[in-house]
T-cell receptor, first 116, second 114 residues
Framework: AQSVSQHNHHVILSEAASLELGCNYSYGGTVNLFWYVQYPGQHLQLLLKYFSGDPLVKGIKGFEAEFIKSKFSFNLRKPSVQWSDTAEYFCAVNARSSGSARQLTFGSGTQLTVLP | DSGVTQTPKHLITATGQRVTLRCSPRSGDLSVYWYQQSLDQGLQFLIQYYNGEERAKGNILERFSAQQFPDLHSELNLSSLELGDSALYFC?????????????FGPGTRLTVL
């Protein structure tokens, strides 16, 4: 079974600072990778996803993530954060082909607080 | 707004009771997923239905069951409720079965068991 680790539980940044949130997964096969964001009081929304091709993926709102297969990592980055990026960020993975395919396994989440 | 609706938004009940959570997927989506989000377990996959049939099961307790109806809405039934069942229950939907399809999440139902 797959698992996902997000090592940063709470990150506090000032506006305009750069962001990198770590995500590592554990699974021996081919995976699809996702970053979801949950703004306060709202539903989970997809930021970006990777399933094949260019390992550098660009998402909405200026976010990007890089899939490094050798490190089993899919870190989320943004060059300059804004106050409106304050939210909880979840990394998720599903196995490309297995009995549990399409079942998303989520990390524990990282709460990002951006100070104005 | 993701297009996925869930009712009720909040539910407060007592131990030993039974509740039903309802989810309507986005128009055209055939697949429905249920997730549980709690402080100690995080976001966990419970079960998936596709076009009325169960397709995948995660860490779903035997006291919990779900179904998807012909109009594609889904219900999650939780019975013999325990304090530890207090959590946020999310429903998500996607167009089809492909593993890279985005899942669209509803606003969730917050269940409090007293």
């Amino acid at each position: 079974a797959q698992s996902v680790s997000q090592h940063n539980h709470h990150v506090i940044l000032s506006e305009a600072a750069s962001l990198e949130l770590g995500c590592n997964y554990s699974y021996g096969g081919t995976v699809n990778l996702f970053w979801y964001v949950q703004y306060p009081g709202q539903h989970l929304q997809l930021l970006l996803k990777y399933f094949s091709g260019d390992p550098l993926v660009k998402g909405i709102k200026g976010f990007e993530a890089e899939f490094i297969k050798s490190k089993f990592s899919f870190n989320l980055r943004k060059p300059s954060v804004q106050w409106s990026d304050t939210a909880e960020y979840f990394c998720a993975v599903n196995a490309r082909s297995s009995g549990s395919a399409r079942q998303l396994t989520f990390g524990s989440g990282t709460q990002l607080t951006v100070l104005p | 707004d993701s297009g996925v609706t869930q009712t009720p938004k909040h539910l407060i009940t007592a131990t030993g009771q039974r509740v039903t959570l309802r989810c309507s997927p986005r128009s055209g989506d055939l697949s429905v997923y249920w997730y549980q989000q709690s402080l100690d377990q995080g976001l966990q996959f419970l079960i998936q239905y596709y076009n009325g049939e169960e397709r995948a099961k995660g860490n779903i307790l035997e006291r919990f069951s779900a179904q998807q109806f012909p109009d594609l809405h889904s219900e999650l039934n939780l019975s013999s409720l325990e304090l530890g069942d207090s959590a946020l229950y999310f429903c998500a939907s996607s167009v089809e079965l492909a593993s890279y399809n985005e899942q669209f999440f509803g606003p969730g139902t917050r269940l409090t068991v007293l």
